[in-house]
């Protein structure tokens, strides 16, 4: 008998180590896209606010760490994050179906959602939802695809066009298209850093291998867990 339970206890041990505590969110391509993605995003932002509020003709950190002025440090950035997106669209259909089709659709327990997000993002007890994405991320994702797009649209304008009315009207959306976006991109980078206590462990979905602890996952997307669950 005791025997038998010394085996039982191993025997549960062992499942206990094995058992995943842990599922993975994004894989490696997606990961690689969003560093791409928010790397060259920030040094726009960092070298745009340099251009409008530095001194002028300054150098900003950036520019005396490559050797590169300012301005052509922005405008490659620039390309290179059109670039990102374009390659994205392209090689990443599936992905950028799930993102366009699950933020456009919202669910009328969505409301409830949005009603305890302020509470919750304290004490991490969010309603249920039934999306890939939570109602925040879904607002949040439809926000910064219409920014972004606004400012690669207007930021080839600016390159292209010499000057007129056409270049006025491309500056202007460029600057707003900037200053809505600055906070719309610090809120989530809060967010996903985990610095409020309801989002605490959720960097790890796009971080260290893109696996989150199931207990993570249960709270910001128990839908999205349940259907990765059947799967196996």
Known sequence: MAATRAAAGRAVATERRVAPDTVRRNNARTRWFHAGVYVTVLVLLFTGWWLTLGEEGAPSVLSQLFGVPDTDLHEWAGWAFAGLAVLGVLLGRRAARTLLADSVRFRRSDVHWLRRWPAAVFTGRFDRHEGHFDPGQRIMNLVMIVLLLALVVSGIGLVTVSGGPEFVWYNRVHRWATYLLTPVLIG??????????????????????????????????PAWLERERTKK
Request: aromatic share 8%; proline share 3%; glycine share 14%.
């Open 188 to 221: 989530h980078i809060v967010i996903a850093a985990g610095v409020l206590p309801g989002y605490r462990g959720a960097w790890r979905a796009m971080h260290l291998g893109g696996r989150i602890q199931t207990r993570v996952a249960e709270r910001l997307w």
